[in-house]
């Protein structure tokens, strides 16, 4: 019975080793969060009507640099051809961003609320889209590795207001 355990715990361990590419996510996470932050902005396609920018709160994103802060900055600004900037929800108020008459922005707030790596190089991401509190959307992403590019392996919203 002994054994037995240890084989099937060392057989593990050789298709676990099998599995590993040697890619550490972790050293891509501008990469990974410019794939889930661009497929949470291509849910609910209403909420980006006539939006005048995009916020993207990095103010949980510890372990990516500055020059990846400004790529996912500069790739949101020439995709989606608006005002793109780091911004919280708060600091959007104190500049002026959000419409008191309307309580909404008059752009959409992207934020990213928890990141898990999983098996086989695959991030699970929360994250949300924000207009108002009437206009908004819950999103799971799903990234992964394939080829030579992060690219979403599933997305699915989980709610909506």
């Known amino acids: ?14 298709l676990l080793s ?16 410019t794939v889930a932050l661009d497929s949470i902005m291509e849910q609910d396609e209403a909420l980006s009507s006539e939006m005048e920018y995009i916020a ?18 500069s790739y949101f600004k020439e995709k989606y051809k608006v005002d793109v900037m780091d911004a919280t929800f708060e600091q959007l108020k104190e500049k002026g961003l959000y419409n008191p008459d309307t309580l909404s922005l008059d752009g959409v707030l992207l934020r990213i609320e928890k990141v898990e790596f999983k098996f086989n190089n695959n991030i699970f991401i929360e994250g949300s889209k924000y207009r108002s509190g009437l206009g908004a959307v819950g999103v799971e992403v799903t990234v992964h590795h394939k080829g030579s590019t992060w690219k979403p392996k599933e997305v699915k919203q989980t709610w909506i207001s």
Not at 1 to 14: A, E, G, N, P, Q
Not at 18 to 33: D, F, M, R, S, V
Not at 56 to 73: C, P, Q, R, T, Y
């Open 1 to 14: 019975m002994k054994f037995r355990y240890f084989s099937i715990l060392f057989t593990m361990l050789i």
């Open 18 to 33: 099998a599995c590993n590419t040697g890619l550490e996510p972790k050293e891509h996470l501008g990469e990974i969060y």
């Open 56 to 73: 993207i709160d990095m103010s949980n994103f510890e372990e990516v640099d500055e020059g990846s802060k400004e790529a996912i900055l």
